[in-house]
C-alpha cells in the first residue's frame, strides 16, 4: 500500500531556504510521478511543482519559479523540494502527491496518492 510522509516543514525568516523531503513506501516509485501542493489557510489547494518519472520533466508554478526545485531519488523513494528565497506568501501545509503513470498535468485532480502535510511558515 502507497504511503507518502513528508518531512522538512518548519518556521523560516523572509528570505530563507527549506528542503521538504517525502519518502514513499509500498511502491515502485520509477513509475510514478510525484508532486508537490500547497494550501494556504482559506485557499483552495494548488499545484507547486511536479516531476515525471524519470525526473526528465518538470512542472513549476508561476509563483516560485526561479526559487524552488523539484528533485527524485528513485534508489531512496524520496521526491525533494527545495525552497530559496521563500516569502511570507509561501506558508502554507505543503503535501507530497503521487500518481502512477505519464506525467500529464501538475493539477490536484490528476493525483489520487496523499501524505499528510507538513506545515511550512515564513515570518519575521
Known amino acids: 500500500q502507497l504511503q507518502l510522509v513528508e518531512s522538512g516543514g518548519g518556521l523560516v525568516q523572509p528570505g530563507g531556504s527549506l528542503r521538504l523531503s517525502c519518502i514513499a513506501s509500498?511502491?515502485?516509485?520509477?513509475?510514478?510521478?510525484f508532486g508537490w501542493f500547497r494550501q494556504a489557510p482559506g485557499k483552495e489547494r494548488e499545484g507547486v511543482s511536479c516531476?515525471?518519472?524519470?525526473?526528465?520533466?518538470?512542472h513549476v508554478a508561476d509563483s516560485v519559479k526561479g526559487r524552488f526545485t523539484i528533485s527524485r531519488d528513485n534508489a531512496k523513494s524520496t521526491v525533494y523540494l527545495q525552497m530559496n528565497s521563500l516569502k511570507p506568501e509561501d506558508t502554507a501545509v505543503y503535501y507530497c502527491?503521487?500518481?502512477?503513470?505519464?506525467?500529464?498535468?501538475?493539477?490536484?485532480?490528476?493525483?489520487?496518492?496523499w501524505g499528510q502535510g507538513t506545515q511550512v511558515t515564513v515570518s519575521s
Open positions: 502527491a503521487a500518481q502512477l503513470g505519464l506525467f500529464r498535468r501538475c493539477e490536484v485532480a490528476d493525483f489520487d496518492s
Open positions: 509500498g511502491i515502485t516509485p520509477e513509475v510514478y510521478v
Open positions: 516531476i515525471s518519472t524519470s525526473g526528465g520533466t518538470t
